[in-house]
C-alpha cells in the first residue's frame, strides 16, 4: 500500500495492475492489456482505466471526481465515495456488490448495468446501455434521473427510497418500472418513453409531459 500527498500516475504496459493507496493525492491509473484491480483507496481525484476489466475489492474514497472506464466489464466489490463518479464498461456490463455514494453518478455500459447495493445514495444519475441487457439501480433518498437511455430492448427500473424526479428523458424500447418511497415527477425536458410504465410511489404520482410515449 501507497502513502504520499502528490499527485500519481501509474501505467501498467503487460498484464493486470494491481493498485492500493492508503493516501495519495490525483491519482491516474492505466492498465494497457489487462485488468485494474483496485484495494483500498484514498485519494483526490482518481482516473483508473483498463484494456480488459475494471474490479474494485475494497473501499475507495475519492475528495475529486472518480472516473473507471474498462474495454469489458466493471464490477463494484468495494465500496465508492466520490462527489461524481463515472463508470464506463465499452463492451460489457457494469455490477455491483457494495455501494456508490455520490452526488451524481454518469454510467455506459454494452451489455447492461445492474447497481441494485440498497446502500446507493446518490443524487443525480444519467445511465446509458448500449446493446443487450438491462438498467437496474436502487437508490436511498431523493434522486434526480437526469436521463436514461436503453438502446437495446432490454427493461429500465430504478427504485428509490425517497422522492423521485425524471428531468431528463429515459426511453427505451423495453418495459420501464419506476418505484419510490415519496412522489414521483417529471420536470424540465422530463418525458418517458417505453412498451410500458408501472409506477408505485408513496406520495404521488405526476407524470404530464408531452413528451411522453408509453405503447
Request: glycine share 16%; hydrophobic share 40%.
Amino acid at each position: 500500500s501507497i502513502s504520499r500527498t502528490g499527485p500519481m500516475n501509474v501505467t501498467q504496459a503487460s498484464g493486470d495492475l494491481s493498485f492500493s493507496a492508503e493516501r495519495v493525492g490525483d491519482l491516474n491509473l492505466r492498465a494497457t492489456s489487462g485488468d485494474l484491480i483496485l484495494g483500498a483507496i484514498v485519494s483526490g481525484l482518481l482516473d483508473g482505466r483498463a484494456a480488459q476489466n475494471v474490479s474494485v475489492h475494497d473501499a475507495i474514497n475519492a475528495s475529486g471526481p472518480a472516473s473507471l472506464t474498462a474495454g469489458t466489464s466493471i464490477a463494484l466489490n468495494g465500496g465508492l465515495t466520490a462527489p461524481a463518479v463515472a463508470l464506463t464498461a465499452q463492451n460489457g456490463t457494469i455490477s455491483q456488490s457494495a455501494p456508490i455514494i455520490a452526488s451524481s453518478l454518469v454510467t455506459q455500459s454494452a451489455t447492461g448495468t445492474s447497481l441494485t447495493d440498497t446502500g446507493n445514495t446518490i443524487g443525480s444519475v444519467a445511465a446509458a446501455n448500449s446493446g443487450s441487457g438491462d438498467i437496474t439501480l436502487a437508490n436511498s433518498g431523493a434522486l434526480n434521473v437526469s436521463g436514461i437511455s436503453q438502446g437495446g430492448s432490454g427493461d429500465v427500473t430504478v427504485t428509490n427510497t425517497g422522492a423521485l424526479t425524471i428531468s431528463g428523458t429515459v426511453t427505451t424500447t423495453g418495459n420501464i418500472t419506476l418505484t419510490a418511497g415519496g412522489n414521483i415527477q417529471e420536470a424540465g425536458s422530463g418525458a418517458i418513453a417505453g412498451a410500458s410504465l408501472t409506477t408505485n410511489s408513496v406520495t404521488g404520482t405526476v407524470l404530464d409531459s408531452g413528451g411522453n410515449a408509453v405503447t
